[in-house]
């Protein structure tokens, strides 16, 4: 690709992330951080887990995302018998035609929300984990390849414990983004109910105003313009740094994996092309690290006795590391 067409490409990303904001802050108030981080995962082929209260309009903005995308939507709610064939599909015997046919799950489309993932068994889970990071599912040892592009929101609520189990260190490693919701402020409080009591928030209506500016197709080459948003080697040196930051850091019993380095790599391009750059800057990186690291470390016991959270960790290494 020439340095016009790329040039090109990025402003056209940057068109998409204001119309995007622009449509819809006429109906979501807040929440802009979850919308930023939804739109770098699409472009950076990446997948977020969102823990928090529930409430916080994760379904509306992922589902109005779709639509102005123009993408496929589908979401799974977590609960303890769901069964890998609900997510994935299953094959059925057709006795009439003598054959086996194929319903699919919910897992073929392009954005998955997957409400509660720790609400689902662990068998589950597992096979979710294929979709995640082979973008493909196997059924009855047939495998089969997903919508491009695919991604999923995953969301798990920390105040209910009962009935749950906690994804283990390999699952939350596949998520690009781990991120916490948090409730409106004041003022943002008073913008819902000044709306619901004007007649504003009603889905239905705010969904037919919303038409496609891309299709499936044009992400892909959106994608394609991310991956050539370049880095130039004192950033890549400081995504190392801070990675390996957090595998030495005293209070950090597992730092982030090489997973978190090309989380990095790849999320700091989309954000870049966001802000309608076709260059990485250090802020990018600092940015998105502590989305990209939160979920992958796992503090000492000593740390956590002491009440010391990953944030604060966090906190001190973007501090400490430099650009050199």
Not at 43 to 52: A, F, K, P, R
Request: net charge negative; charged share 20%.
């Amino acid at each position: 690709m020439d340095a016009t067409a790329q040039e090109n490409g990025i402003a056209e990303i940057a068109r998409l992330y204001s119309t995007v904001n622009e449509k819809i802050g006429t109906f979501v108030v807040g929440n802009q951080q979850l919308i930023d981080f939804i739109l770098v995962a699409m472009l950076s082929e990446g997948h977020i887990l969102i823990e928090g209260v529930p409430g916080t309009a994760k379904t509306t903005i992922a589902k109005s995302i779709a639509l102005i995308t123009g993408c496929g939507f589908n979401r799974i709610q977590g609960a303890i018998d769901l069964q890998p064939t609900d997510m994935v599909g299953v094959r059925i015997y057709d006795q009439d035609k003598k054959e086996f046919s194929l319903r699919k799950g919910p897992v073929f489309t392009n954005i998955l929300l997957a409400d509660e993932i720790n609400r689902v068994n662990p068998k589950s889970q597992s096979a979710f984990i294929e979709s995640m990071s082979e973008r493909q599912v196997t059924i009855d040892g047939i495998t089969l390849s997903l919508p491009n592009p695919f991604f999923v929101i995953a969301t798990q609520n920390p105040f209910e414990f009962e009935g749950t189990f906690p994804l283990i260190e390999a699952q939350r490693d596949r998520f690009m983004f781990g991120i916490k919701s948090s409730q409106l402020n004041p003022e943002e409080e008073l913008s819902i109910i000044r709306r619901i009591n004007s007649g504003e928030l009603h889905w239905d209506s705010f969904a037919k105003s919303l038409t496609p500016h891309l299709s499936p197709q044009k992400i892909q080459e959106h994608i394609g313009i991310v991956r050539n948003v370049r880095i130039e080697d004192p950033v890549l040196e400081y995504i190392r740094d801070l990675v390996i930051a957090t595998r030495n850091h005293s209070d950090i019993d597992l730092g982030g994996s090489s997973r978190a380095s090309i989380a990095l790599v790849t999320g700091a391009k989309a954000l870049a092309a966001l802000r309608n750059r076709s260059y990485v800057i250090p802020d990018d990186v600092k940015h998105i690290a502590p989305a990209v690291l939160n979920h992958r470390i796992l503090l000492s016991r000593e740390a956590e006795i002491g009440g010391v959270t990953a944030q604060q960790v966090l906190d001190e290494i973007l501090n400490k590391v430099e650009v050199l």
